[in-house]
């Protein structure tokens, strides 16, 4: 065993370790898209908060409201991984226009539909790093601009995969096969594939269930970990393994873009915003993917400035390859009747 294996291998067995652990902890697509429905109550001046957001949620602050209004009651159940909400308002006046609900939580999405509309229809409201506002004075719908929904859904998809381990680890095993302009090649098929089916199930063109299509998305983190592992590093590729890469890399892209969808989905994006919000939610994804593997390159260059590129390559697909096995065995088990 050369020298490089062997210093490769005891970094990766001091990381391999913690890397199991967190494995465990880590979501692949840790999102909190919450809806917010607000109605009239049966007395004069009573109102109904209900909220549904997922059981990842977490620092669930008091809820802030307009100074005629108080909370008189509260109840809360989990349901289908999800956390179910619904508070009590009373207010002793009627509501202004401008009045809000301050919700303090760390959200990456939300919808809120009022029933002082007249209608059913929701809309989107802005998150930020203190939570969102929701319009409850309001009584029409009001539309966003094409500003609003492009800087909302860029910044929601560039989270999305900054957050989304599992995608990452795949890019990462892809910059770690190759470089140059094979890199470039296999990147742009990865894009065009998941692009094309976020596309069609985001339409319902293509209805998969989630749990499988997430549990081969980890099985693709292992698989090209492995391939990239059996390569020797600065070795050229033949045109035929090329090929093989660009087949493979494209199927994967095709599943990875089934997981982007159903995040995309549990944003609920209203009805006028719906092609807008795919399109600059997609460019938000580039745009993480591409800041990553810029990233990933330029560590790699500094590895290789001290000498230390080989170790860290292997180190870093044994650890990819491992997490992706954990997370194989934790989905399938997770669906399969009798493992869980």
């Known amino acids: 065993m050369s020298r490089v294996r062997r210093l490769a291998r005891l970094v990766a067995a001091v990381c391999l370790t913690a890397l199991w652990v967190w494995a465990g902890a880590a979501q692949a697509d840790?999102?909190?898209a919450v809806r917010f429905d607000f109605v009239r109550g049966e007395a004069?001046?009573?109102?109904?908060?209900?909220v549904a957001l997922p059981q990842t949620a977490a620092n669930l602050a008091a809820l802030q409201y307009p100074e005629q209004c108080r909370q008189v009651g509260a109840e809360r159940q989990a349901s289908g991984g999800q956390l179910l909400f619904a508070f009590e308002i009373q207010c002793d006046g009627p509501l202004k226009p401008t009045d809000t609900i301050l919700v303090p939580?760390?959200?990456?999405?939300?919808?809120?539909?009022?029933?002082?509309?007249?209608?059913?229809?929701?809309?989107?409201?802005?998150?930020?790093d203190q939570g969102a506002e929701l319009p409850i004075g309001r009584t029409a719908v009001v539309a966003r601009s094409v500003s609003q929904v492009a800087a909302d859904y860029l910044w929601q998809g560039f989270v999305h995969i900054l957050m989304g381990w599992?995608?990452?680890?795949?890019?990462?095993?892809?910059?770690?096969?190759?470089?140059?302009?094979?890199?470039l090649l296999l990147v742009t098929t990865f894009t065009l594939g998941h692009s094309l089916s976020l596309a069609l199930a985001f339409f319902e063109v293509l209805k998969i269930p989630v749990p499988p299509v997430e549990a081969v998305i980890a099985l693709s983190i292992a698989f090209m970990a492995r391939e990239a592992l059996m390569r020797e590093a600065g070795s050229r590729e033949s045109a035929a393994a090329?090929?093989?890469?660009?087949?493979?890399?494209?199927?994967?892209?095709?599943?990875?873009?089934?997981?982007f969808a159903s995040v995309l989905g549990d944003l609920g994006l209203v009805q006028a915003e719906r092609v807008p919000g795919l399109i600059f939610f997609n460019l938000g994804v580039e745009a993480g993917q591409l800041a990553f593997v810029?990233?990933?390159?330029?560590?790699?260059?500094?590895?290789?400035?001290?000498?230390i590129a080989e170790p860290a390559r292997i180190a870093a697909l044994h650890a990819a390859g491992v997490v992706g096995a954990f997370w194989v065995f934790e989905r399938v088990t997770g669906f399969l009747p009798g493992l869980s």
């Open 105 to 128: 939580w760390s959200l990456d999405g939300a919808l809120f539909a009022s029933g002082l509309t007249g209608s059913n229809d929701s809309m989107a409201v802005e998150t930020t």
């Open 44 to 50: 004069q001046g009573a109102y109904e908060l209900s």
């Open 242 to 259: 090329r090929a093989r890469y660009v087949a493979v890399v494209g199927a994967f892209g095709l599943l990875h873009g089934l997981g």
């Open 166 to 183: 599992d995608h990452l680890a795949f890019v990462l095993s892809l910059c770690l096969l190759t470089r140059g302009k094979t890199l």
């Open 30 to 32: 840790v999102f909190r």
């Open 294 to 307: 810029a990233v990933v390159s330029a560590v790699m260059w500094a590895a290789a400035r001290i000498r």
